[in-house]
């Protein structure tokens, strides 16, 4: 059974940083793709970032040039850096993972149980 974890959420305010960490235990063969989103109270959960095993990333427009994305395959982890945060950056932050498990075709895709950014103003 793969887990994936995230840590390093917390309260900060308006313009200041903070930096995710997620990391996957358990049979993982490998990770295609990894996404990190979130999802604000009465709003949709949205994309924010992503990124695949060759080191192509993708960004929500609200987040570009704020925001980056990166991994380290050798440790299956992967991080969210966030800098010049805003109010409405303010969610529930969740990584997940597409991959395969040893022995088998299926792709997987994983979800960790998120953790709370509180950006006040």
């Known amino acids: 059974q793969v887990q994936l974890v995230e840590s390093g959420g917390g309260l900060v305010q308006a313009g200041e940083s903070l930096r995710l960490s997620c990391a996957a235990s358990?049979?993982?063969?490998?990770?295609?793709?990894w996404g990190w989103y979130r999802q604000a109270p009465g709003k949709q959960r949205e994309l924010v970032a992503a990124?695949?095993?060759?080191?192509?990333?993708n960004y929500a427009d609200s987040v570009k040039g704020r925001f980056t994305i990166s991994r380290d395959n050798a440790k299956n982890t992967v991080d969210l850096q966030m800098n010049s945060l805003k109010p409405e950056d303010t969610a529930v932050y969740s990584c997940?993972?597409?991959?395969?498990?040893?022995?088998?075709?299926?792709?997987?895709?994983?979800w960790g149980q998120g953790t709370q950014v509180t950006v006040s103003s």
């Open positions: 990124c695949t095993s060759g080191g192509s990333t």
């Open positions: 997940a993972a597409e991959g395969f498990i040893p022995g088998q075709v299926r792709r997987y895709d994983w």
């Open positions: 358990g049979r993982i063969f490998s990770i295609n793709v």
